[in-house]
């Protein structure tokens, strides 16, 4: 990996980890907080320390597992007892650092739970380096959850990063998969499992995260709208295909944002909730593969 590009992930990988710690001392210390306040805060802070907001701050409560995002009206607070998911992005250049953690607010009874995702993280960063088969990653991390007694979310996954790419063409699942890649050197994995007391699965809520669908320039040259070319241009200036959260925008803008995943301009990242209402915990880091091991970003 080029040297610049390396730096630049882990400058990123630095940034985000301290704001995911900060973020979490924030949170432990302060019951009945605000979501808005706590995500404002990190997003803020990413920013005071020289990185970019890869992706809105997640702040996933108890059987969310993922995507939760305040809006920008959210009344919502934590309390005690809360299972609570942090996830936060930075970037430098385009090249990003996804990190997580789970915390339990003022009480202890979810322990074990958390314990599970995060034991399932460092068992699998203990054998990631180049050659090794995601499938094969998978079965280390639904083998620790299962062997402490809870289920993996099995349609959930990780997943390797790129220059202003969040989500690229390989997955990291969190269980023993039928198909998988094989690592190469140089790779930039975010590695992340959830653990649960449910199912395993997951359903659809309402949709906080959004992003530019790549294909979405075939779009804008066919709209006859030149208000519609204006919004997505903008939206592209501000955060290419990068995740934004519609509380970023305008109220006309933010408005318009479904239209816009009705005819595939826009895609929505629904809020996903465990499906039995079974509580989630999730711990993450980004890494980079080497011939053999891995650099984390993200410690």
């Not at 007694?149 to 039928?178: E, V």
């Not at 649960?196 to 669908?213: A, E, M, P, Q």
């Not at 709208?225 to 200036?237: A, E, G, P, R």
């Not at 934004?244 to 109220?251: G, Q, S, T, V």
Request: proline share 3%; hydrophobic share 40%; charged share 20%.
């Amino acid at each position: 990996m080029d040297a610049n590009i390396l730096q630049c992930y882990t400058d990123a990988g630095q940034i985000a980890s301290k704001v995911l710690r900060e973020t979490v001392k924030y949170a432990s210390h302060n019951v009945d907080i605000s979501v808005l306040e706590l995500a404002q805060v990190a997003e803020a802070r990413i920013i005071e320390l020289g990185g970019q907001i890869a992706f809105p701050c997640n702040i996933s409560i108890n059987e969310i597992a993922s995507h939760y995002t305040p809006p920008a009206n959210d009344i919502l607070k934590l309390q005690k007892g809360d299972v609570v998911k942090i996830d936060v992005g930075a970037h430098i250049d385009g090249y990003i650092a996804d990190t997580a953690a789970t915390i339990e607010i003022s009480t202890t009874k979810h322990t074990e739970l958390l314990d599970a995702s995060k034991k399932a993280l460092e068992n699998v960063i203990a054998v990631t380096c180049a050659g090794v088969n995601t499938k094969d990653m998978g079965k280390i991390i639904e083998d620790t959850i299962n062997g402490m007694g809870f289920l993996p979310i099995y349609d959930l996954t990780g997943h390797n990063l790129k220059q202003y790419c969040l989500h690229a063409n390989m997955n990291i699942p969190n269980y023993a998969a039928s198909f998988g890649n094989t690592l190469l050197e140089g790779d930039v994995i975010a590695i992340e499992p959830f653990a649960t007391y449910g199912k395993g699965t997951t359903r659809n809520g309402d949709s906080h995260i959004f992003s530019l669908n790549k294909l979405f320039g075939k779009h804008i040259h066919n709209e006859s709208n030149t208000h519609s070319k204006s919004l997505l241009d903008d939206l592209y200036n501000q955060y290419g295909y990068l995740p934004f959260a519609r509380r970023w925008l305008e109220d006309s803008a933010g408005a318009n944002i479904d239209n816009y995943v009705t005819t595939g301009d826009i895609i929505a990242y629904p809020v996903l909730h465990e499906i039995s209402g079974g509580i989630v915990s999730q711990f993450e880091h980004t890494v980079i593969v080497e011939e053999s091991g891995c650099i984390i970003t993200t410690n």
